[in-house]
Structure formats: structure tokens, C-alpha cells
């Protein structure tokens, strides 16, 4: 077996402002710490279970932040700044499954602890519906027959993870309390649930449906700044419907995500003159 982990850190347990996510600062060290303790815990308890191959995509951020030398030796570990496939980088149909780690809210989610879609200047909708990195990440794992074996993270993403996800096990590491604050789980017991699901959820993988839409898919974005509009109104395929809205149907999932992690480049880009 072989599983493919994508953790990211507004989803940890803890973490509740935007100074513990990166800086010098000693609650980013903190909560860099409590992120490596989770991703090892899900790591050790699928080596337990008898993954023979465990792949971590250190997902935040400029890629640099997991303590590599913290995890189990067998474990593959995918890092670094710009990918353009970025969250499913190496991820092919030989996976056994999907674990979405630490996870976040969509961007303008109410209650959701620091929600974003890779920024929040912009959201994202697949046939009217909005998604955020955790859909698109588990829709391209699924068009490759990988199930979503497992997600953590604050309580209304787990919520929002759950519309698409019914039979993807879930841990929750803290309960909102605004964009800013959260009633937190301890961190041991969250790394306690952690390997207790990851488990779960390998034993039940036969049961888990991949997440899955057939045929071209139409994405519709939205910026929160309509100044932003002429960064978008050049890229080819992308249609303006709106002064801040656009358009792209995509032939697949993964020219979907291409897109929208464009986009999302694109508008948190610092342009000099």
C-alpha cells in the first residue's frame, strides 16, 4: 500500500492566528513543532497498519516547514516553494488513498479559523458550488481512483469537507470561534485521534468513494478586489462574466487546480514598477 499525505497548518491543533503559520517567531517554531507531531503520527500509525510507501507533501507555506528529521526514515517527504502542480505533486493512481492534514476553511467562510483558497482575495465555485484547497486536492486524487481516506482540521472545514466527503474520516483539532479564535483540543489527543483514525481509515478504505466529477468541469471565480481584474482578464480560456467575476471550463480536475492555483499567484503577485 502506499499513501499520499497533504498537510498544510491553519488546520493544526492550536494554531488560531496568522503569527504562529510563519516568521521567526517562537509560536511559529511552536506550531511547526505540533505540525510534524501530527504528520508523524499519521505517518507511524500507516507504517503500523502496513503501508509499505508513505509520501508527505509539505504543503504550507514556502514548503520548508515540516521537521524532517522528526518522521519515521520510510517516509518520502515533498518540499519546496513554487510547484506548479502544488498539493498533488508525484500523487498517481498507484495511492491507495488521500489524507488531507490540517486543512482550513474556504476563503470568506464565517467562523472558519483563518479561511483561504490558497489567498483571500478570491473564492472559487466548481458548477456553483464553492470549494476550497481541500475539494480540489481530494476531486484530483479522485479522478485518479485515490479515495480521501482522512481529513483534520478546524471544525467548520471538517463541516464543509463533509457535503463532498460523507465517508472520509474526519478528526477535528479545535472548535471555531470566529476567523480568529478557537476552543482547541489538546494537542496530544489530537495526534491520539490522528493515529486512531488513520487506522480506521485504512482498515475501511474498500468502503471510501473517491470524490469524482466526469466530463468539463466549469469553475467560476470570484475576487474580493475588482482592482485585481486586469491581472486575470489576459489568461487565455478565462472569460470575464462580470467586473470581478470569470469563468474557465476545464477538461479536467487538474487543468481546474492548474487554474485556480494560478490565479491565486497571480493575485497575491507584488508587482514593482
Given at each position: 500500500?502506499?499513501l499520499?499525505?497533504?498537510?498544510?497548518?491553519?488546520?493544526?491543533?492550536?494554531?488560531?492566528?496568522?503569527?504562529?503559520?510563519?516568521?521567526?517567531?517562537?509560536y511559529f517554531?511552536a506550531a511547526r513543532?505540533?505540525?510534524?507531531?501530527?504528520?508523524r503520527?499519521?505517518c507511524?500509525?500507516?507504517?503500523?497498519?502496513g503501508v509499505?510507501e508513505?509520501?508527505?507533501n509539505d504543503?504550507?507555506g514556502?514548503?520548508?516547514?515540516?521537521?524532517?528529521?522528526?518522521?519515521?526514515?520510510?517516509?518520502m517527504?515533498?518540499r519546496?516553494?513554487?510547484r506548479?502542480?502544488?498539493?498533488?505533486?508525484?500523487?498517481?493512481?498507484?495511492?491507495t488513498g488521500?489524507?488531507?492534514?490540517?486543512?482550513?476553511?474556504?476563503?470568506g467562510?464565517?467562523?472558519?479559523?483563518?479561511?483561504?483558497?490558497?489567498?483571500?482575495?478570491?473564492?472559487f465555485?466548481?458548477?456553483?458550488?464553492?470549494?476550497?484547497?481541500?475539494?480540489?486536492?481530494?476531486l484530483?486524487a479522485?479522478?485518479?481512483?485515490?479515495?480521501t481516506?482522512?481529513?483534520?482540521g478546524?471544525?467548520?472545514s471538517?463541516e464543509?469537507a463533509?457535503?463532498?466527503?460523507?465517508?472520509?474520516?474526519?478528526?477535528i483539532?479545535?472548535?471555531?470561534?470566529g476567523?480568529?479564535?478557537?476552543?482547541?483540543?489538546?494537542?496530544?489527543?489530537?495526534c491520539?485521534?490522528?493515529?486512531?483514525?488513520t487506522?480506521?481509515?485504512l482498515?475501511n478504505?474498500?468502503?471510501?468513494?473517491?470524490?469524482q466529477?466526469?466530463?468539463?468541469?466549469?469553475?467560476?471565480?470570484?475576487?474580493?478586489?475588482?482592482?485585481?481584474?486586469p491581472?486575470?482578464?489576459?489568461?487565455?480560456?478565462?472569460?470575464?462574466?462580470?467586473?470581478?467575476?470569470f469563468?474557465?471550463?476545464?477538461?479536467?480536475?487538474?487543468?481546474?487546480?492548474?487554474?485556480?492555483y494560478?490565479?491565486?499567484t497571480?493575485?497575491?503577485?507584488?508587482?514593482?514598477?
Amino acid at each position: 500500500m502506499k499513501l499520499y499525505i497533504v498537510a498544510d497548518m491553519e488546520g493544526i491543533a492550536g494554531v488560531v492566528a496568522e503569527t504562529q503559520t510563519g516568521g521567526n517567531s517562537s509560536y511559529f517554531e511552536a506550531a511547526r513543532l505540533q505540525y510534524t507531531r501530527e504528520i508523524r503520527a499519521v505517518c507511524e500509525s500507516a507504517i503500523s497498519a502496513g503501508v509499505e510507501e508513505v509520501y508527505v507533501n509539505d504543503f504550507h507555506g514556502n514548503g520548508l516547514t515540516v521537521q524532517t528529521e522528526m518522521l519515521p526514515r520510510e517516509v518520502m517527504v515533498i518540499r519546496g516553494g513554487f510547484r506548479p502542480t502544488s498539493g498533488f505533486d508525484l500523487l498517481d493512481s498507484t495511492f491507495t488513498g488521500l489524507v488531507l492534514l490540517g486543512i482550513h476553511a474556504r476563503t470568506g467562510t464565517y467562523g472558519g479559523v483563518l479561511p483561504h483558497t490558497y489567498s483571500n482575495k478570491v473564492s472559487f465555485e466548481i458548477f456553483g458550488q464553492p470549494v476550497g484547497e481541500f475539494d480540489i486536492l481530494a476531486l484530483v486524487a479522485g479522478e485518479m481512483k485515490v479515495p480521501t481516506l482522512l481529513i483534520s482540521g478546524d471544525s467548520k472545514s471538517v463541516e464543509q469537507a463533509g457535503t463532498n466527503m460523507p465517508s472520509t474520516h474526519t478528526v477535528i483539532t479545535k472548535y471555531s470561534i470566529g476567523s480568529d479564535g478557537a476552543l482547541c483540543v489538546h494537542p496530544d489527543r489530537v495526534c491520539e485521534q490522528l493515529r486512531d483514525e488513520t487506522r480506521r481509515a485504512l482498515k475501511n478504505v474498500a468502503s471510501i468513494e473517491p470524490s469524482q466529477i466526469s466530463g468539463p468541469t466549469q469553475l467560476t471565480i470570484k475576487l474580493h478586489d475588482v482592482s485585481l481584474s486586469p491581472r486575470l482578464e489576459w489568461i487565455p480560456g478565462v472569460k470575464k462574466t462580470g467586473d470581478a467575476t470569470f469563468e474557465f471550463t476545464g477538461a479536467n480536475m487538474k487543468s481546474i487546480a492548474n487554474l485556480v492555483y494560478g490565479v491565486a499567484t497571480l493575485v497575491e503577485a507584488k508587482f514593482t514598477g
